[in-house]
């Protein structure tokens, strides 16, 4: 009977699915409390004051408003009510009616928070302590239900990882049953090793190296894959350059391998020594 070599491609590649998936959960997982901290701090937070104050005040409540601890200070902007009215008007046009904008508007200091600090009840005590001020208008949050948002930012990572753990084992059956179909046709020369009185261990190490060369490939595809989708997505979010954690990343490419390797290995070493086990009779 003709030798037949395996053909691996099909295994290669539920290897790589499986992998891609996994990796890019635990990406998902591993930046979603950073995409959260980065989301909260982009929040804009305005302190509008009250009209025609002398530059002396707008000074002093810039000063105290940098000071705080809660602010994030390099964040700190004063927009004046004709500031304010020309970013309008460029972003509305020139017509008539916004010639009473400077009017409409009120001198503001925007600012940012520390991603700790940004809560329900915090937003709260921040707005009763500014309305003791009386330079003071108002305070107002561009997003007051932020807080909900990064909650359930956090929990779409940890249900898609876990959404990724169970479909491990769904692979694994259908990698094992790739392996298998791979093997299939050189199960009488693997009995017949056995038979000529090689050793098991002979029998099955060239198919356990071929694993494990198959779980490298499948795991460098799957990582080359994964930075290719991260390397998309800063190029179309270029804020996403600001959630990078390279040492979370590396353990994440690390297991990859080695889950690679782990699946592979196994798998081979099941079929093959399932097909050393079989009787001849039963291998037709």
Known sequence: MPKRKPHYLSAILSITLVLFMLGFFALLTLHARQLTRLFK???DIWLELKPDLPQDDVTRI???????????????????????????????????????????MRDVVRFNVKAEQFREDSLREWREQFRQDSLVEELY?????????????????????????????AAVALIHNTIRLDLYANRFRIKNQELVGASWRFIIRPYL????????????LAIAAL?????????????????????????????LVLLGLIISYLSTRWVVGKFLRMRIDDLY
């Open 41 to 43: 701090e982009r929040v």
């Open 62 to 104: 810039v000063q105290a408003v940098r000071k705080q601890p809660f602010v994030l200070p390099e964040t700190v902007t004063y927009i004046s009510s004709e500031q304010a009215a020309n970013i309008m008007r460029k972003d509305l046009g020139e017509e008539s009616m916004l010639e009473q904008l400077p009017e409409m």
């Open 141 to 169: 949050v561009e997003a007051a239900n932020v807080g909900n948002v990064g909650k359930n930012l956090e929990k779409i990572g940890w249900m898609s990882l876990g959404l990724g753990l169970l479909l491990i084992f």
């Open 209 to 220: 190296l071929r694993s494990v060369i198959n779980g490298l490939l499948s795991a460098f």
């Open 227 to 255: 930075i290719g989708l991260l390397w998309i997505g800063r190029k179309n979010i270029p804020e996403l350059a600001d959630l990078e954690d390279m040492n979370g990343m590396l353990m994440i490419f690390t297991g």
